[in-house]
């Protein structure tokens, strides 16, 4: 199948990726369809990180030399392109940290531990990852706050119905996935942070699954923190950024303490240093952070919105293809418009490891699990599903692979 037209040119693309051609054993080559739980990386990165190390690594922020200066630079730098990307205001709003899990626990700990006390609301979605819900658990514990959920319906959308209600009394944070990591839905973002900013309540977006495959604007979304991974995005594992608004940046307390977070130190106390450094304590993944800008340059260099487009034709296809397969069922919007190319789905009487791990002979790399949304799943009745997710260097060839390995699969069990 190779008949759709999209607008990126894959075998190009694919060229950066020299991971992708291989054969997994012999004569079965590889079709890496994992990449909602982590992609992989242009040459691009791989350089940006190994020119780094073999030309001018040191330590950032401290030396008068000429490596660390560049170092600095270079460290600096990938922060402006990550604001950039993403149109926050100033490169002061991007904190780097290790992942989007790190950054909603900073979140939590610093801006939450102050701003959230006794019978405060939390609003969060059943669509959550774990990383969006666990921390706000464990706040709502230890504060005595009240934890509440926009229910998910059975095609996979949010259920705003109940808002207004799950908005009224002291709501002071609304938590919301922009994209989910199992049934794909691109949720309506601005329109949930208008109403929680009219409810008096801040707004954090869960951006792990849309930073990497869509055009994220956070004026345009008015969140006032965003988060998300750099090694779902062509980036390093051990990158990521969370985005705050600079005036609510300034007020949080440090979430660690140490050294480059500081102005100044006596034995008595300590002054913080100005955003984002007062969140950057120690020395960070400098390596990580040049290796995420050059990522962004990546992805920037050939166009959010063609590698949205191409995503939603392999998407359309792959749904077209996994709706031939008889006892196939997938999960979310069957609008590809509201959707991004992560698709779950189960089939009958196999179980969703099964599938993974027969699929996996024919060299077709899926998840199955409940992809850390275990309420999801519940909201299901399921324990799992198994996961097929799309990004730029994807065919449709490799569809059509995936779909010859589910009826291979098919007929081991029928055995
Ligand atoms: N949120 C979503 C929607 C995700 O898909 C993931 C990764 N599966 C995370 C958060 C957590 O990302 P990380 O493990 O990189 O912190």
Request: hydrophobic content about 45%; some cysteine.
């Amino acid at each position: 199948m190779n008949s759709v037209e999209t607008l990126l040119d894959v075998e190009a693309i694919r060229a950066d990726f020299p991971i992708l051609d291989q054969a997994i054993k012999p004569g079965v080559p590889l079709v890496y369809l994992d990449n909602a739980a982590s992609s992989q990386k242009p040459l691009a990165v791989i350089e940006a990180m190994n020119d780094y190390y073999r030309r001018y690594h040191a330590n950032v922020h401290r030396g008068i030399h000429a490596l660390s200066e560049k170092a600095t630079a270079a460290y600096e730098e990938a922060r402006a392109k990550v604001a950039a990307f993403i149109n926050a205001g100033s490169r002061r709003e991007i904190v780097f940290v290790r992942n989007a899990t790190e950054a909603v626990n900073l979140v939590m700990y610093s801006w939450g531990r102050v701003n959230i006390g006794a019978g405060d609301v939390i609003v969060l979605t059943q669509m959550e990852h774990h990383a969006n819900i666990v921390p706000w658990q464990l706040l709502a514990q230890e504060k005595g706050a009240e934890l509440r959920f926009i229910p998910v319906t059975e095609d996979g959308f949010l259920d705003l119905s109940d808002l207004d209600w799950l908005l009224s009394g002291p709501v002071k944070l609304v938590g919301v996935v922009h994209m989910s990591n199992v049934v794909g839905t691109i949720n309506p973002v601005a329109e949930i942070a208008a109403r929680a900013h009219a409810a008096g309540a801040r707004v954090l977006v869960d951006a792990a699954q849309s930073v990497p495959h869509m055009q994220v604007d956070v004026q345009a979304l008015d969140a006032d923190f965003l988060v998300f991974s750099g090694h779902k995005m062509c980036g390093p594992t051990g990158s990521g950024a969370l985005y705050g608004r600079r005036a609510l940046l300034e007020t949080m307390p440090p979430f660690m303490g140490g050294g480059e977070m500081i102005k100044r130190v006596t034995l008595e106390g300590a002054e913080w240093n100005d955003v984002p450094g007062k969140f950057e304590a120690g020395t960070p993944a400098i390596a990580e952070a040049i290796g995420l800008g050059a990522a962004v340059d990546y992805l920037a260099g050939i166009g959010m919105d063609k590698i949205h487009a191409h995503e939603r034709a392999i998407t359309a296809y792959a749904l077209e293809r996994l709706d031939e397969v008889p006892g196939v069922r997938v999960y979310g919007p069957a609008d590809v418009s509201k959707r991004g190319g992560v698709t779950a789905f189960t089939m009958e009487d196999m179980h969703p490891h099964d599938i993974a791990q027969l699929v996996n002979e024919m060299g077709v790399a899926v998840r199955a699990g409940h992809h850390c949304a275990m309420p999801l799943h519940q909201r299901y009745n399921l324990p799992a599903t198994t996961r097929a997710s799309f990004y730029l260097y994807n065919t449709f060839e490799e569809v059509d692979r995936l779909v010859e390995a589910l009826y291979a699969a098919k007929s081991v069990f029928a055995l």
